[in-house]
């Protein structure tokens, strides 16, 4: 009987990282984010959301600036954000400048590292702003999907050694036992030497 405890614990932890494995891809799907903030006065200031994605996807949103000034707003690959940090030209995926508020809605073209920058708008460098944002991004996060999928594949594999073994306990308890005795004599054919 103490077998069988194993048994069901073995498939119970099976069942629940699988669940938990088919939630966390399901969730990297796409996801939503809301968030209001500040951006301290001064030219160097800005604020980002990184963001990553498996594939292609989208980036779509509101935003406002609820302190009275303006924003210029941009949507950057990875090397185009590196350039913008140093002060270099830069191009972007999308963008809009110097306005209180406004839509984002940009595709995303492939794999990798995206990044939604807010500066400040033109004459509101030295003037602390607060930023409402809301985004919606379609698209596979690849952190949380590979960590579904390795809790889906654990899932499975412990249940499936749990079933394996209990195949195994059920075969050699069901009441048919093999002994071994002695192995018969080799005889030849009648007739033949």
């Known amino acids: 009987m103490a077998f069988v405890r194993v048994f069901r614990i073995l498939l119970i932890v099976g069942g629940v990282l699988a669940l938990a494995g088919i939630s966390l891809v399901v969730s990297s799907l796409g996801s939503s984010s809301s968030s209001t903030t500040s951006i301290p006065a001064g030219v160097r200031y800005y604020m980002y959301y990184e ?39 830069f191009g972007s995926l999308w963008s809009l400048g110097s306005s209180r508020g406004g839509t984002i809605d940009v595709s995303l073209p492939g794999s990798g590292r995206y990044f939604l920058v807010a500066q400040h708008g033109t004459s509101y460098e030295e003037t602390a702003q607060v930023v409402r944002l809301t985004v919606h991004l379609s698209g596979i996060n690849p952190t949380t999907f590979g960590s579904g999928l ?29 002994h071994g005795g002695p192995a018969p004599e080799a005889r030849h054919p009648p007739g033949l030497p």
């Open 51 to 89: 963001i990553n994605i498996l594939g292609s996807g989208s980036l779509r949103g509101d935003y406002q600036e609820i302190s009275g000034g303006s924003l210029d707003v941009f949507v950057m690959t990875q090397d185009q954000y590196d350039s913008y940090r140093t002060g270099s030209n």
């Open 150 to 178: 390795s809790m889906l594949g654990a899932g499975l594999s412990i249940g499936s050694w749990g079933v394996l073994r209990w195949g195994r306990w059920r075969a050699g308890s069901s009441g048919a036992t093999a």
